[in-house]
């Protein structure tokens, strides 16, 4: 995995790193059947990210989402992710009401953070 040089710098001082998990899920409507994208990341304030060339709005969801360690591999195999949204959340509840979330796409991108103004600091990398 290459590095861009502002994440070589901030390595380099060794006072540590700040990533963040943007999850982009793609559940359909139920009113219209129309699949309408819903980002939530684990920073706390909403904020709008481009991935993959593609500006996204993202719900801050806070340190709240779960996402456990995600294995890589060679070859083939589907494997299924499980990500735990709480559901006291109030994002969490207008999705589960509107959107149909079961079997949606979902995508999941690591943002480094500059840790000392919070800003992104590169690209996200897609990780799912």
């Known amino acids: 995995m290459a590095f861009d040089t502002e994440q070589l710098d ?10 963040q998990i943007l999850l982009l899920i793609e559940p359909r409507n139920r009113e219209t059947g129309e699949i309408v994208p819903m980002g939530l990341w684990t ?6 990210f481009t991935v993959d060339g593609v500006e996204h709005f993202f ?13 890589a591999g060679i070859g ?12 006291l959340l109030d994002e969490v509840k207008l999705a589960l009401q509107i959107y149909q979330a ?18 992104p600091l590169s ?6």
């Open 43 to 48: 920073g706390d304030d909403h904020q709008t």
């Open 10 to 19: 901030q390595f380099a001082e060794r006072r540590g790193t700040d990533g």
């Open 123 to 128: 690209d996200p990398r897609r990780i799912i």
């Open 59 to 71: 719900l801050g969801a806070g340190a709240v989402i779960e996402v456990p360690p995600i294995r």
């Open 76 to 87: 083939l195999e589907v494997r299924r992710h499980r990500v735990v949204l709480p559901p």
């Open 102 to 119: 079961a079997q949606a796409r979902v995508r999941v991108w690591s943002q480094p953070m500059d840790i000392n103004s919070g800003a």
